[in-house]
């Protein structure tokens, strides 16, 4: 947040300067015009370079394209699944720099991950420096009526709507809560996102019976809306009806899917080290 303040505050002032000078020159020119007309103009103005300025520092979620440039040197990273608590605290800080208020407080995501703590997947380097997450959650019958339903919101998903470890194999539907890499819009941000993407379908592969599964997903940035369009998923709950007013999309895996998925990830970054502890030790 205060890189993106920094970022808006160089932006604002500069163009803020920029039409200054110019509505000095028009003053000039159309020196009849009363003052109050003029204040009218300068505000209106102002006011759409600090909207343009805020909107156009916000940080993104994942990066828009996964293009790298060849120039930057990959990072070696690695995948971990049950995520160790102190990556959790930090997932869930990114979250909240991203989603703002629509992200989980650390105290409701600590209970789903107690409740079974597959749901939590980190990305890191090898030298321990945090980069991404993405959380899955396998519903039961309940939480998934509940979810599509759209009478509640991602933080009011109970421990109890989430599986067991043991019972996560025989998930039917599963929640996509949320996905971030840090410096989304960085090439090695970018690269990032074709790691996590690449573990993302492993994942999926490992826990779930992936032929038929249903993975849910809201689309709360517009990124990740388009994420979400570009893989098939459809919107199966609409805003309007929603107490979270975002979209609901569904999409039914398939092995095929699963592995097109890999496939354009590793174009585009060497797939991290992949530590996945079976649920069965639970």
């Known amino acids: 947040m205060r890189e993106r303040t920094r ?4 932006r604002f002032v500069a163009i803020f300067l920029i039409a200054s000078g110019l509505l000095s ?18 505000i209106t103005v102002y006011g759409i370079i600090g909207v343009w300025a805020w909107i156009t520092t916000r940080p993104e979620h ?10 930057v040197i990959e ?6 699944v049950p995520a160790p608590y102190k990556m959790l605290v930090l997932a869930n800080k990114h979250a909240r720099s ?13 209970k789903w991950w107690l409740r079974n703590p597959f749901v939590e997947a980190v990305l890191y380097k090898e030298t321990g420096e945090y980069l991404g997450y993405f959380d899955v959650l396998p519903l039961t019958a309940e939480g998934e009526k509940l979810i599509e339903s759209g ?5 009011e998903i109970s ?18 809560s949320g996905v971030a890499v840090k410096d989304a819009g960085t090439e090695n941000g970018k690269m990032r996102a074709a790691k996590l993407l ?3 379908a492993c994942y999926l592969e490992y826990y779930y019976k992936t032929d038929g599964l249903r993975v849910l997903a809201l689309a709360a940035t517009p990124v990740g809306e388009r994420l979400l369009k570009e893989i098939g998923a459809k919107i199966v709950s609409p805003k309007d009806v929603r107490k979270d007013k975002h979209d609901l999309y569904e999409i039914v895996l398939t092995s095929e899917l699963l592995s097109q998925i890999k496939s354009r990830a590793v174009k585009r970054a060497e797939p991290p080290i992949l530590l996945f502890k079976p649920s069965t030790e639970y």
């Open 98 to 110: 991203i989603y703002g208020r629509d992200s989980i407080p650390l105290e409701k995501v600590e």
């Open 151 to 155: 009478k509640i919101k991602e933080r």
């Open 25 to 42: 020159s028009f003053r000039s020119l159309f020196s009849g015009i009363p003052w109050e007309c003029w204040f009218t103009v300068y």
């Open 75 to 80: 990072e070696k990273a690695i995948l971990e």
């Open 198 to 200: 690449y573990s993302l």
């Open 159 to 176: 421990p109890e709507c989430i599986l067991s470890p043991l019972k996560t194999k025989n998930a039917n539907t599963v929640y996509l």
């Open 7 to 10: 970022n808006f505050l160089s």
């Open 62 to 71: 994942l990066a828009p394209t996964l293009v790298t440039d060849s120039r």
